[in-house]
């Protein structure tokens, strides 16, 4: 039986210095003690690293670091951390990345992560005003100026990074904004991940008060999180220039993926696939849940210094876990044409009710529908030309003669946008 699995280990907890409106795992410290030492204990830290390099089949080993907020340790814990993988390796590859706000990141910070080759994942969420909008620290003070510093930083010290932008009601109207920032200060592997929340009327038993999508209380979606419509407009409005001139240059997590299921394969992320459970998360303490998105009490598997993790992974409860994504599936969901493609996301934003009644509805059906249908004929393409061995950057020039077949042109002009979707007039390009 297949067991492996990915760990997304939070050193820190809930432990974070800024104070962004909506995130979701901030009031996980409630699970806690109020006097709980927010920082993963020597223990807990060789133990995790131990067993998740053993438990991996491959040769090369990839360790998540997230939060909260993983910087708040300070560069020696990472020290620590990568002479143990070191200690443990036993022949393997590791590889790490971190998940930062950028708010700590120095030349100290800097000079360390390139010189462990660390992937670095910096959150922001466009220009100022719409980053501003809800990524706050504790003062209630816009962050974006810190968080531009800290990536300037990173590109001093030529340090990989990709950026994580959520997608919520502050910036769901400014996809082109965001997609044209983004590419301004660097960034060339992009995810934008939906921001969908729901909130109950009364705490439930454990405390929380966004909660899970089986809560069967009186709860409502929250005022940030984003409309399930505007969600898919907003992936169509960036793919539309990606696909026009960006392909190949820039790379986007959804359009990524999407372009695995036009190939038939098994999406790379758990939210596309039709079974997930493979991705777990680590609290600092060395409590494993099955996902990131449940941390709750009834998903905990139990702890790393208590259990062995391969044996938690592999256990009933999270088969159970994964497997129930695809059997609780609405009809509706099963007859739909890019199920294929979707497999009804995640089962965190499942919460609706189909229209003949079948509870088990993503929230962003809508905007998915709309995105998936949108993208099918230039994502056929794309996968027509890698089956046949042909760079998928060859739609650019399949969209631009398109596009002047619509505007009744039987060739590009010399001041016609440049059939390799550089941006760049065809005079000044290929044309030259």
Known sequence: MDTSFHVMSKPTGPICNLDCSYCFYLEKEGLYTAHERWAMSEPVLESYIGQYIEAQPEDTVNFAWQGGEPTLLGVEFFRKAF???????????????LQTNGILLDDEWCEFLAEQHVLVGVSIDGPRALHDAYRVDKG???????????????????????????????????????????????????????IVERKAAQPAVDGLVLIQPTFEGVAEVTAWSVNAQQYGRFLCAIYDEWVSRDVGRVFVQHFDVALESWLGMNASICIFRETCGAALALE???????????????????????????????????????????????????????????????????????PDGEYGLNYLCDGYKLFFHHIDETMRFMAAELKGGRPPANVMRYVAAKQRAADGKSHAGRNDPCECGSGRKRKHCCGA
Do not use: W
């Open 83 to 97: 002479e143990l993988q070191q200690k443990y390796a036993n022949g393997k590859r590791i590889q790490n990345a």
């Open 140 to 194: 209630g003070n816009g962050t974006f100026a810190r968080v531009l510093r800290g990536i300037e930083c990173l590109k001093k010290h030529d340090v990989e990074f990709n950026t994580l932008t959520t997608v919520h009601r502050g910036n769901e109207g400014h996809p082109m904004e965001v997609y044209r920032f983004l590419k301004e200060i660097g960034s060339r592997y992009l995810q934008f991940i939906p």
């Open 284 to 354: 600092h303490n060395g409590d494993l849940y099955s996902c990131d998105h449940f941390v709750y009490p009834e998903h905990k598997l139990g702890n790393v210094l208590e259990q062995s993790m391969e044996e938690m992974a592999g256990s009933a409860q999270q088969r159970q876990f994964g497997e129930h994504k695809a059997a609780s599936l609405p009809k509706m969901c099963r007859e739909c044409p890019v199920r294929f493609a979707c497999h009804g996301e995640c089962p965190k934003h499942r919460f609706l009710r189909t």
